[in-house]
T-cell receptor, first 113, second 114 residues
Framework: EAGVTQFPSHSVIEKGQTVTLRCDPI?????LYWYRRVMGKEIKFLLH????????ESGMPNNRFLAERTGGTYSTLKVQPAELEDSGVYFC???????????FGEGSWLTVV | LAKTTQPISMDSYEGQEVNITCSHN???????ITWYQQFPSQGPRFIIQ???TKVTNEVASLFIPADRKSSTLSLPRVSLSDTAVYYC???????????????FGAGTRLAVHP
């Protein structure tokens, strides 16, 4: 069974540009989460989808971040315009099916220069 | 949301058993306890999960006392490759349906020496 996959694995963009991160959850998982770790900080929750609906977006830092999950399958996280402080690693995770464990992807490493 | 407290770092040697204890005094009735392992440049990897008593799988054991206010992850006979950060998290499931978000702390940085 494939795990949570994220794309791109690494991205370097200039300040002011736009980046879109994609996450494919484990097949059949209704719950999808985005987390991030910025330099020197702990992993922080961003938001939680249940199917295509946003269950909890209390961790989204500001309106430069937009997450979508059309059709309840894969999700995208767009950062527009990117700022230097957005640099870090963005993790996607999913849960559901017959279990209650949350599984994480390997992360998308974003560097804003 | 329940917070967790665990040692910032631990040192061990190859072949030893390592026990990492986590405190979660405010754990809720519907919270599970989950431990993750993270290597540099990788995502958190699920190790083990439990609700009460003892859980064992092929890589670790998890001991949870009756009051559930703490838990201990036990890694038998560690090797150099077990050097990583270990996170104790509570939450992740609601009996009413749906899943709580997980709140990460700083984790425990385990260093295994030859």
């Amino acid at each position: 069974e494939a795990g949570v996959t994220q794309f791109p694995s690494h991205s370097v963009i200039e300040k002011g540009q736009t980046v879109t991160l994609r996450c494919d959850p484990i097949s059949g998982h209704d719950n999808l989460y985005w987390y991030r770790r910025v330099m020197g900080k702990e992993i922080k929750f961003l938001l939680h989808f249940v199917k295509e609906s946003k269950q909890d977006e209390s961790g989204m830092p500001n309106n430069r971040f937009l997450a979508e999950r059309t059709g309840g399958t894969y999700s995208t996280l767009k950062v527009q315009p990117a700022e230097l402080e957005d640099s870090g690693v963005y993790f996607c995770a999913s849960s559901g099916g017959s279990g209650n464990t949350i599984y994480f992807g390997e992360g998308s490493w974003l560097t804003v220069v | 949301l329940a917070k967790t407290t665990q040692p910032i770092s631990m040192d061990s040697y190859e072949g030893q058993e390592v026990n990492i204890t986590c405190s979660h005094n405010n754990i809720a009735t519907n919270d599970y306890i989950t431990w993750y392992q993270q290597f540099p440049s990788q995502g958190p990897r699920f190790i083990i999960q439990g609700y009460k008593t003892k859980v064992t799988n092929e890589v670790a054991s998890l001991f949870i006392p009756a009051d559930r206010k703490s838990s201990t992850l036990s890694l038998p006979r560690v090797s150099l490759s077990d050097t990583a950060v270990y996170y104790c998290l509570v939450g992740g499931f609601m009996f009413s349906g749906g899943y709580n978000k997980l709140i990460f702390g700083a984790g425990t940085r385990l260093a295994v020496h030859p």
